[in-house]
Structure formats: structure tokens, C-alpha cells
């Protein structure tokens, strides 16, 4: 019966994905014998990384390898000069100390890096430098820079990078996680009837999360912690600054950037609008606003880096201390600035020119100015407001009397700071909320949508079906075993003996299907666009369209050939080509790598190893047992082609289009149409679009997995 079932669903799957032609998938490639290579190559670099090199032939290359004789190498001849001189004057940031990238020597020291990795003439010098500055720099440096690197070298296109959890787990788990993780590691398996959070699973030892939580916690973030402390999400978050470092401009190729500006805004509330409906599912009040004097919600991660705890912030956090002035000025003199040039109109670049901010695609430039990227105007005048807000709440310890070798400063960043952490902290959409007001200011200065923008009278959406909308936990498995030391059998055979993952809760929702009933007067080419609203605020009372439009997540996009006359459009959620399910690990590439390597299979690069991916299972929020109330919101559109479409102007097999552009849908601003304010005036004449109540329940796993259809 299960297998009959199964076959079911995958024939109704089949025939919902025949209606879609999706005009910019990602294509897939086979790998051949050199990127096999190359991947397990650069896979083996993530392995063990808080410890020497064991490797023989690795060892070989640190030990042979001279960059000063191998200077014709390198286009980048003032890079590789630079970091002679730092590592001359032992002036490098040392290891097993955490890595901050917002402090500036550290920055430099990344920047001096990448341009040297990014300036190899060839991969093999690639590789070299590589193999050299792992056994020599800061851990959390090297997979920083190196993560970078390979993102944007054009001959590692298309490397799968290890997602950062399985680097660093320590980012992710509690420093109780950590240390029993590391006794397990020591004492081996007898050991684990000593720890009554642990069990024997498969030949590997489980930590269960739930009996871990930090117990010195407190504050209404707590039922939250699932969402805010999910690996997936705050890897995404962690990815999106691997692709789009602040500090590198958008001029480098292969990658453009392609709107960087417009991209941080709608990641922000993409970020924003989801943490929000979580807020709601979870009964809490709504986002505190920020302001300059008080911040009455501290944080205490419990992370741990290498017996370091990561800095809190005390509960009725008071900003106006001797200690914060500077930042506390520095903060409002920059919003100061920027919402003046909203409000006047323009911006001033370095050289004095005005850019104009009142056009649609000035978004991008605010966008850069706001984030303070290196592709700002104007750097030094605007500064990085979003950087100073997250140094300022951080709370971040930082003194003038913390120096390695008397040069260079250390730090104790706070969760804020490090992007694999960031979402933890309940203030960074408190900083978020702020932020999106300067980009609402910025809308009210543009038109409002006219009807001929916003219509297509050749469409009207007739009815729409959504299945019921359930959610439900389920435990996931993360292994943890890369952060911990090898013994003298491991470093032997190259393998760890004892794996210990930890068991952790995760949201997730069970798969659904959208049908759309749309009578059309011609044959056409359209782009359809689900989004997701909360319907009420915290306090019972319906959002307003106009002011709930800021509120609408986007569920997904595609393309769709529509036929003349009355059809259904069918997608099922796991469609959506910008969600994932899963990064592959890094042991699970680099084994593959070796097999198809040795004949074994194919290595298939393919976007479901998509890099700034969205969970797919986070792709609703978590509702209630009773059902919570949302706005379920279908477009129609004519479907206008993107600048750089997939397949044109940049290497897609292997970047996907990263920053390209050519990674977009269409043409259409990003969260077009609800990029401005929507009214229901604007919406009531319109036959391409339709909002409709839905209801999300949230299930225990019991009722999800035992369905009355099973019978049937």
C-alpha cells in the first residue's frame, strides 16, 4: 500500500511539474576528472581545521612550498608583498581565537588574503597558497577567506563548500553540547551511560538537544529558540556574506554583483517578515522598536570558541554609558545623514556628484549606502549603519590593552557580529525593523503602482485551492565530530573512530499543493508568484494592506505557460527552485567526489546544492494547534525576461548565476509587486490577483505521520 501510494504522488508530482517551464533553472553538469579533483582537494582543507595538518602529502606542500620564489604565480604581486611582511613581523591574527571580520585588522588581513588566492595565475598555485595558509593563519580566517575565494576563482566554479555547521560546530551548539561531545570523543562509547543526555545510535553516540539547553537563560525569545537557533537559517544568513562580502566590490569577476544594494534590502525582509510570523505563531508581543537609550531584552548565547564564550548582552541593556557615546553619536549622526538625502532627494558621492533617489532603481544605491558596503558612494561619509548597530548591541569586549604581539587587537565578538550567528539574537530584527523604515521612508516618495503596472486584464484568477497547511517538529542529526580532536589511531588512517552527532528539534511542514483556476483570453508566457502574510497583529486587530504589505513573505515564483481559456495551475511546494532542502556535507562531497573519481557513479553538480538556498521546511511559520489565521496572496503577471538570463554572459555551470543576475526570475523588481505599499483600492479592480485566508495548524508528529488515507 505504501509503495502504491507513493507511486501515486509521484505521477501527480510529474504531472504538476509538466505544466511549469521554468526559464531560468539552474542547469546541472556532470563532473569531470579535474573538478573531482580539485573537490576533494579543497574538501580536505575543511577537515579538522583547528588542527595541524596530518596529511602526508599535504604536509609535503607546507613544508616545500615557498611563496617568495613563486611570485611570478601571482597577479597580485602587492598582495603576496603584503603578506610576507605581515607574517615577517608576526603581525598575522594568531589562532584558536575568534574571528571577527567587522574588526578592522582582521578585515585587512582577509582582504590582503583573498587577493592573493584570488590573483593565482593557476589553480595548482591556487591549491599551494591554500595548503600554506591553513597550517599558518587563524582557523576562522582561513574557511572565511577561503569559502570566499572559491566562491569567486574561476577555476573552482561549482565547489561544493562545506556548510559552515559542519566546520564549525561550535557556533551552533551550546558550550554543554560541546563539552560533552568532546569527554564522548575522548572516552569512546563506554563512556556514554556517565551522560544520561546521551545514547548509542548506529554505531554513532547521539547529545540530545533538549536535555542540553542552557539552563542561565531567560526572556521570551526562549520558545523561540528552535527558529532563532536553526542551523539552516543562520547558515543561509552566513552564505549570503560568502557570496556578497561587504568588502569586496562589485567591479571583481567572474561575479558582478549584479544589485547588490537591492539584494541586502530584500534579504533584510525576507529575514524580517519571517521571523515576524514566527513571533505571532508563538503568542508574543511585536517587534520592539529600536531606539537610542534602552534595550530591555539581554542575550546569552552559551557559545562557546575554543574556551572562549562569545560576549552577552545584560537584560535593560542602557546605551548612554562613557563607553557607548561614540558609537551612540556615530549611529545617529549616519542615520542623520541618510535620511536627509531621502528626504532632499539625492545622495553625495566621494567626488560631490548627486545620485538621484527618486527613481525605482535607486534602491540599489541606497541599498549599499544603508549595508556600507565597499561599493558605497560614499564610505566615509555614510559610513556602514547596519555594521554599527550590530557592533553597538553586541556589547562586544574591546579594549585598547587586548593586543597579540602589542599590534594586533583582539576581540570577544558577540553573536551579532559573526554572520553564522547573527540570527540568533532577537536584536537583529530589532535592527532589521529600523533599517526597513529608512527603505519605507524611501517609498513614500515614489508613485504608487498604477493600475496599467499592476494589471493584466487578459487574466482572471477564477479560484483558488491550498491544501490544509499543517506544521509539526521533528528531531534532525548534526554531527559535530570535525571540532573534535583526532587521537594518534585517527591522525594514522586519516579517519575519526567514534562520530557524535547532536539531536536536535527543527520546524518543519508537511508537503502541499497549490492549485490556481485562471481563465485566460490568450496564450501566453506568465510569471506566478505566491506570497504569505500574517492576517493579525499581536494584538488581535487585521493588519491593512497597505501597512501589511511590508508583512508578505514570498513563498515562491515560476514561470508558466498558460493556455487560452480555463486551466489549473498546479505547484507543490517542494518546487520552489530558491528553497532547498539540504547542503550536502562535506564528507558526503568529497565522497562522492572519490567515487566517481574511481569509477564509482557520477558526481552530478546541480542546483539542489543551492548556496543561499532558503530552507524549504521554514517556508511557513509555525501557526498554532487551533489554526492561526494568514493571508495567502497569488499574482499573475506577464512575464518579462531578466537582464542576464541564465546561460548568457557568465559561467552558469558552475556559479549558477551568483551575483550575476543571471540568478533572477525576471525583469520585475525583487518582491514586485509588493515592493511599495499596496492598497485595497489598488487591488479590488484587479483579475490577476487574489488574497485568501488560509489556516496553518501545527500538529504533534503522531497526527502528521498517521493520516486517515493510509487505509484507503
Known amino acids: 500500500m505504501a509503495r502504491f501510494l507513493f507511486v501515486v504522488l509521484a505521477l501527480l508530482v510529474a504531472q504538476a511539474v509538466s505544466d511549469v517551464v521554468e526559464y531560468n533553472v539552474r542547469p546541472t553538469k556532470i563532473a569531470d576528472k579535474t573538478f573531482l579533483q580539485r573537490q576533494m582537494e579543497l574538501s580536505s582543507l575543511f577537515y579538522h581545521v583547528n588542527e595541524p595538518i596530518y596529511d602526508p602529502t599535504l604536509k609535503t606542500i607546507v613544508e616545500t612550498f615557498d611563496l617568495e620564489k613563486n611570485v611570478e604565480q601571482f597577479k597580485n604581486v602587492t598582495a603576496l608583498k603584503m603578506f610576507l611582511k605581515l607574517q615577517e613581523y608576526n603581525m598575522l591574527l594568531p589562532k584558536s581565537v575568534p574571528f571577527n571580520i567587522l574588526e578592522q585588522s582582521q578585515k585587512f588581513e582577509t582582504v590582503t588574503l583573498f587577493n592573493l588566492l584570488y590573483s593565482a595565475k593557476y589553480y595548482s598555485t591556487f591549491f599551494k597558497t591554500a595548503v600554506y595558509l591553513r597550517q599558518r593563519i587563524n582557523e576562522g580566517l582561513f574557511v572565511y577567506v ?78 523561540m529558540a528552535y527558529y532563532l537557533n536553526d542551523y539552516a537559517l543562520n547558515t543561509l544568513y552566513y552564505n549570503n556574506y560568502i557570496t556578497f562580502p561587504y568588502w569586496l566590490s562589485g567591479t571583481t569577476k567572474p561575479l558582478m554583483k549584479f544589485k547588490r544594494g537591492e539584494f541586502f534590502w530584500y534579504t533584510i525582509k525576507t529575514l524580517s517578515t519571517r521571523y515576524y510570523m514566527e513571533r505571532l505563531s508563538n503568542g508574543l508581543d511585536e517587534i520592539s522598536e529600536l531606539g537610542m537609550d534602552v534595550i530591555q531584552g539581554g542575550y546569552y548565547s552559551g557559545l562557546v570558541y575554543e574556551g572562549v564564550p562569545l560576549a552577552s548582552r545584560p537584560n535593560h541593556f542602557n546605551m548612554d554609558q562613557p563607553k557607548f557615546v561614540s558609537y551612540v553619536e556615530r549611529i545617529t549622526e549616519l542615520e542623520s545623514r541618510i535620511r536627509d538625502a531621502i528626504e532632499v532627494g539625492y545622495l553625495i558621492s566621494a567626488s560631490g556628484e548627486k545620485i538621484d533617489l527618486r527613481t525605482p532603481e535607486a534602491i540599489d544605491v541606497l541599498g549599499k549606502v544603508i549595508e556600507g558596503n565597499v561599493d558605497s558612494p560614499n564610505l566615509n561619509y555614510y559610513g556602514s549603519i547596519f555594521n554599527a548597530w550590530k557592533q553597538l548591541l553586541g556589547n562586544s569586549i574591546e579594549s585598547n590593552k587586548m593586543y597579540w604581539n602589542g599590534q594586533i587587537p583582539l576581540t570577544i565578538p558577540s553573536t551579532l557580529e559573526i554572520y553564522q550567528t547573527t540570527l540568533r539574537d532577537p536584536a537583529f530584527y530589532m535592527i532589521t525593523k529600523r533599517i526597513l523604515k529608512l527603505f519605507t521612508l524611501w517609498q513614500t516618495y515614489l508613485p504608487l503602482y498604477t493600475p496599467e ?25 548534526l554531527n ?20 557524535v552527532l547532536v539531536q536536535r528539534p527543527q520546524l518543519n511542514h508537511k508537503v502541499f499543493k497549490v492549485r490556481v483556476n485562471v481563465k485566460s483570453d490568450v496564450a501566453k508566457t506568465v510569471l506566478v508568484k505566491f506570497f504569505l502574510a500574517p492576517k493579525y497583529d499581536s494584538k488581535g486587530f487585521e493588519i491593512p494592506l497597505h501597512l501589511n504589505t511590508e508583512n508578505f513573505f514570498d513563498l515562491d515564483a515560476f514561470t508558466y505557460e498558460l493556455p487560452q481559456g480555463e486551466s489549473v495551475i498546479k505547484r507543490d511546494s517542494t518546487e520552489n527552485m530558491y528553497m532547498i532542502d539540504q547542503w550536502m556535507s562535506g564528507f558526503e562531497a568529497y565522497n562522492k567526489a572519490f567515487k566517481a573519481f574511481n569509477g ?57 548565476g551568483y551575483g550575476t543576475g543571471a540568478n533572477r526570475m525576471s525583469a520585475y523588481p525583487l518582491g514586485f509587486p509588493l515592493d511599495r505599499p499596496l492598497y485595497d483600492w489598488q487591488v479590488k479592480p484587479l483579475t490577476n490577483i487574489l488574497i485568501q485566508e488560509v489556516q496553518i495548524f501545527h500538529k504533534p508528529v503522531p497526527e502528521i505521520f498517521v493520516p486517515n488515507t493510509v487505509y484507503v
Request: glycine share 8%; hydrophobic share 35%; net charge negative.
Open 146 to 223: 577561503l569559502s570566499v575565494a572559491i566562491m569567486h576563482y574561476p577555476e573552482t566554479q561549482g565547489i561544493v563548500i562545506p556548510p559552515i555547521y559542519d566546520i564549525f560546530p561550535s557556533y551552533f551548539h551550546n558550550g554543554k553540547i560541546m563539552s560533552i561531545a568532546e569527554r564522548i570523543n575522548t572516552h569512546g562509547k563506554n563512556f556514554v551511560s556517565y551522560y544520561p543526555q546521551t545514547y548509542v545510535w548506529d554505531e554513532n553516540v547521539v547529545i540530545r538537544w533538549n536535555s542540553t539547553v542552557w539552563p542561565y537563560v531567560e526572556g521570551d525569545h526562549i520558545r
Open 480 to 499: 559535530v565530530t570535525n571540532a573534535m580532536p583526532m587521537n594518534e589511531k585517527e591522525i594514522k588512517t586519516g579517519a575519526d573512530q567514534v562520530s
Open 600 to 656: 564509482d557513479g557520477q558526481f552530478v553538480i546541480e542546483p539542489k546544492n543551492y548556496f543561499h538556498g532558503f530552507p524549504r521546511r521554514l517556508q511557513l511559520p509555525k501557526g498554532r494547534i487551533g489554526g492561526m489565521p494568514f493571508q495567502f496572496l497569488v499574482y499573475i503577471q506577464d512575464y518579462l525576461e531578466p537582464k542576464t538570463p541564465v546561460g548568457k554572459g557568465v559561467n552558469t555551470e558552475g556559479t549558477y
Open 453 to 477: 503596472e499592476l494589471s493584466y486584464p487578459a487574466v482572471t484568477i477564477q479560484k483558488l485551492e491550498v491544501d490544509k497547511l499543517v506544521t509539526y517538529f521533528e528531531n534532525t542529526y
